[in-house]
């Protein structure tokens, strides 16, 4: 799907006062970041490494994993068009509601499609599919698995693609990097373009089992991770544990956020474990608040009508400034009282 994502208010002329269409960390790139990566401009005037061997490297030491588990990637959505075209052609599982690379990845290569809902997925049906998309925590819900492992245990001939890029916005999830050293059905997918706010220089990476991990390098294309996007990657792994986001403080304005906006009787908003949370107007639809909202205030939402399993009324918003979030507070309360 090359347009229906978040983050689409380059498609407007109007300014963007507050944009909660995006779930990245809006507090933008770590300090440090930019000037490192501009010293390495350099670079540019010659073929980065062709897979990035050297971060491949890092990222492996960073888990405790040898570099044959790692593949760096253009952002998660390379790896899973890699996944999806090693696999082309399988009965695959995708969790909805989902990120709508996992079924227009898997269309383009052949697979036989399923669609299992959130709620049906929690009772731990043994699955009859070779291969599983779960987002955990997921996109757009926010909601978080909490019983993976005895599902993958259930159902050992199922490959599990695990894309955790939202577990840095989450306090004490367990991630399923301690599992892949005990279950060969077990790929996991990770993106630092959201935690570290770079979605623009893309990058991304898979961990799983070295011969999965060597299958997807010999289909991987060459050069697809740019020399600067590298250099992010070694600044954010070099400096890890002092340039994550404030993720208490992130999700105790998410509860005021959420709080806030549950006592607008036109709108109900959804708990999630993470930084971003569903809604649902319950007058019009999502599609004309966003025009409202866009028009008359120069915010934005995401429009979540076209993710399956979800309806013409449900929008996702992620948590910005509190100063922000009271402008999104406010003009739902105008929206309530013009509509409801």
């Known amino acids: 799907m090359l347009s229906g994502h978040g983050d689409d208010g380059y498609t407007f002329r109007k300014?963007?006062?507050?944009?909660?269409?995006?779930?990245?960390?809006?507090?933008?790139?770590?300090?440090?970041?930019?000037?490192?990566?501009?010293?390495?401009?350099?670079?540019?005037?010659?073929?980065?490494?062709?897979?990035?061997?050297?971060?491949?490297?890092?990222?492996?030491a960073?888990?405790?994993?040898?570099?044959g588990q790692i593949l760096v990637n253009n952002g998660t959505t390379e790896s899973i068009y890699l996944i999806a075209q090693l696999f082309s052609g399988r009965a695959t599982t995708i969790l909805t509601p989902a990120f709508s690379e996992y079924e227009?990845?898997?269309?383009?290569?052949?697979?036989?499609?399923?669609?299992?809902?959130?709620?049906?997925?929690?009772?731990?049906?043994?699955?009859?599919?070779e291969l599983v998309f779960i987002c955990n925590p997921n996109n757009p819900t926010g909601r978080l698995f909490a019983d993976l492992l005895f599902w993958i245990k259930r159902s050992p001939g199922c490959l599990f693609v695990i894309d955790e890029a939202f577990i840095d916005f989450t306090v004490g999830a367990e991630s399923a990097f301690n599992l892949l050293k005990t279950f060969r059905n077990?790929?996991?997918?990770r993106s630092l373009t959201k935690t570290y706010a770079i979605p623009g220089l893309r990058l991304g990476y898979i961990a799983g089992q070295e011969e999965l991990v060597s299958q997807l390098r010999g289909i991987k294309?060459?050069?697809?991770?740019?020399?600067?996007?590298?250099?992010?990657?070694?600044?954010?792994?070099?400096?890890?544990?002092?340039?994550?986001?404030?993720?208490?403080?992130?999700?105790?304005?998410?509860?005021?956020?959420?709080?806030?906006?549950s006592s607008n009787e036109a709108i109900?908003?959804?708990?999630?474990?993470?930084?971003?949370?569903?809604?649902?107007?319950?007058?019009?639809?999502?599609?004309?608040?966003?025009?409202?909202?866009?028009?008359?205030?120069?915010?934005?939402?995401?429009?979540?009508?076209?993710?399956?399993?979800?309806?013409?009324?449900?929008?996702?918003v992620a948590t910005l400034s509190p100063e922000k979030n009271s402008l999104l507070v406010n003009a739902l309360e105008e929206w309530k009282k013009l509509y409801y």
């Open 15 to 60: 300014n963007i006062v507050a944009d909660f269409s995006t779930n990245v960390w809006y507090g933008g790139e770590p300090a440090g970041l930019k000037e490192f990566v501009w010293d390495k401009w350099n670079e540019v005037n010659r073929y980065p490494e062709v897979t990035a061997e050297r971060l491949s490297e890092k990222i492996a």
């Open 268 to 316: 109900e908003a959804s708990e999630s474990a993470t930084h971003f949370f569903l809604c649902k107007t319950l007058v019009r639809s999502a599609g004309h608040l966003k025009q409202f909202l866009l028009e008359n205030h120069g915010i934005l939402i995401r429009d979540a009508g076209n993710f399956r399993g979800l309806t013409r009324q449900h929008f996702r």
């Open 186 to 189: 077990v790929v996991i997918l």
């Open 62 to 67: 960073h888990h405790g994993l040898s570099s």
């Open 104 to 129: 227009d990845a898997c269309h383009i290569f052949g697979h036989e499609l399923r669609f299992l809902p959130w709620a049906e997925a929690l009772e731990l049906p043994q699955l009859r599919s």
């Open 221 to 261: 294309q060459p050069w697809t991770v740019n020399a600067l996007a590298q250099a992010a990657g070694h600044f954010i792994f070099d400096n890890d544990e002092k340039i994550k986001p404030p993720v208490e403080q992130l999700l105790s304005d998410k509860l005021d956020f959420l709080n806030q906006l």
